[in-house]
């Protein structure tokens, strides 16, 4: 293992427009000094932003906030309130159900006449441990208003059927439809509703501003071969870079606003702020999590496949997206595997195939598309010392697949959206996607326009963006972390 020294980033950002005091400090570029680059930017630096937008994952909104109904899965297990005890052959048991097994209405999944499947450890049959699970039908239930402290009660299919070992509590059971009898009524329906998920938009800023008198100064930059047209050049992409970088990083570590923040609007009332919550926090709460030890190996993907079983997710392509060491960690291991198992005979061959660059791999049936994003490893946010490497060694694993929600209860059209896509305000004659507007004062530097917002000697510019995180089915995701934060 090699040992790397690195030197500190530098940095002459600061909250400030370029104005004289930036003039006299920096030297603004003009004749004959050199300035090299028109902006220092640390790799490639792809977000989720660009990511999104290639993928056509966009959706117009029409409002600060949207709620989804997403659908779950028709069928679920039921988990136990407290443990179902040893039993002779041939004997009725009875148990209860977690309180969140009941909705306000006192319903739950399991109904009368429907079984219960209970693993065959637990299981003898004719006095000797079972090799198959046995089942259960329910035949009553005690007052169900009383949620986790109604009684239930089934009988075994088969009389040789005991329990030997006591069920424990929060076990979560299968269901099945039970078996009836000819000419007898029928059971109890079930229904599906929806889940209620609200999502909030984020407004991001980024401006520019340029003192009179600054654009007017001849620059040597300007008179190289493909240099650049002078301060607005460069001020108008920073800005513009700096737009991007609000978005992408609202899509990714946003946090949401619960907390009440006011900021006063131009006619001094006050405006609460809002935000939208990342895709960090979504699967934080809400997505599988996925632990690795070290380093990522090659049987770490086999875990995926159960992960996606586990959600019903029936799909087995996904996307990894991850940070630069979990993608050399992954990169490492499949090599080692090959190494391990070519036996010295396709090694070169399967260099000259992989380029070293894993794009993709089947492993275990799933098919892993992988994608690093250099933004989490910049030296200048996520990839800073101070995080010793959380977001370099995370990943997430979103699976291919389109998830059916409606736009409101009210409507019962439902469409497909993907896991993850953005929603960008726009209604009417306003689009927020992107808005860039100049705001002249009395330096307009190459535009003839005779209009002014201000009196003052300057000229600015500021950009705005509405967006909103859409995560629908996070439940299918899964968060990659290395095991050392715990």
């Known amino acids: 293992m090699s040992t790397v020294t690195t030197q500190p980033i530098l940095s002459t950002t600061n909250d400030a427009f370029y104005g004289q005091a930036w003039n006299t400090v920096y030297d603004a570029m003009n004749v ?20 999104a937008v290639m993928q056509g994952a966009t959706v117009p909104i029409a409002g600060p906030t949207k709620t989804v109904w997403e659908e779950g899965s ?13 039993t002779n052959a041939d004997t009725n048991i009875t148990f209860s159900l977690d309180a969140d097994e009941f909705s306000a209405n006192h319903n739950c999944y399991l109904a009368v006449n429907d079984q219960i499947v209970i693993p065959a450890y637990y299981i003898e049959e004719d006095g000797a441990q079972s090799i198959l699970p046995a089942i259960y039908q329910v035949l009553s239930i005690y007052d169900v208003t009383l949620d986790e402290n109604a009684t239930f009660t089934a009988f075994p299919t088969r009389a040789d059927t005991a329990i030997a070992i006591a069920v424990p509590d929060d076990t979560e059971l299968m269901v099945k439809p039970g078996n009836y009898a000819n000419g007898v009524d029928s059971g109890s329906p079930k229904s599906a509703g929806w889940y209620s998920r609200t999502f909030h938009t984020s407004t991001v800023k980024a401006d520019m501003e340029i003192e009179g008198s600054i654009q007017s100064n001849e620059k040597y930059y300007e008179k190289l071969k493909g240099g650049g047209t002078g301060i607005f050049s460069k001020a108008s992409i920073e800005m513009d870079f700096f737009l991007s970088k609000a978005i992408n990083d609202e899509i990714f570590i946003g946090q949401g606003v619960t907390n009440v923040i006011t900021q006063a609007t131009r006619t001094g009332s006050l405006n609460t702020v809002t935000g939208t919550v990342g895709l960090l926090r979504h ?3 809400r997505a599988n999590l996925q632990y690795y030890t070290t ?3 090659s049987t770490d993907f086999d875990d995926v496949k159960d992960i996606l079983t586990s959600q019903g997710v029936a799909n087995r392509n996904v996307a990894f997206l991850m940070g630069s060491t979990l993608y050399k960690f992954i990169e490492n291991s499949n090599l080692d595997f090959i190494k391990e198992y070519s036996g010295g005979t396709d090694l070169m061959k399967t260099f000259a195939q992989i380029n070293v660059e894993f794009q993709a791999v089947k492993k275990n049936g799933v098919s892993f598309m992988f994608k690093e994003l250099p933004s989490l490893s910049d030296p200048t946010s996520y990839g800073a010392a101070a995080f010793d490497g959380y977001h370099k060694e995370l990943g997430f694993i979103i699976p291919d697949v389109d998830v059916t929600v409606r736009n409101s209860m009210e409507s019962p059209e439902t469409v497909k959206l993907k896991n993850f896509s953005l929603g960008f305000k726009k209604y009417g004659s306003e689009d927020r996607t992107r808005i860039i507007k100049d705001l002249p004062g009395m330096a307009n530097p190459g535009t003839s326009s005779s209009s002014a917002v201000t009196t003052f000697d300057e000229w600015r510019m500021s950009g705005l963006s509405e967006f909103m995180v859409l995560a629908n089915g996070v439940n299918q995701w899964t968060l990659v972390l290395n095991d050392s934060i715990l």
């Open 295 to 297: 380093a990522y190996q």
């Open 283 to 285: 699967m934080a709460e």
């Open 32 to 51: 004959p000094q050199i300035w090299g680059e028109l902006i220092k930017y640390y790799g490639p630096n792809i977000g989720l932003l660009e990511f």
């Open 74 to 86: 028709l069928v679920k297990l039921v988990k136990l309130n407290g443990t179902i005890p040893q």
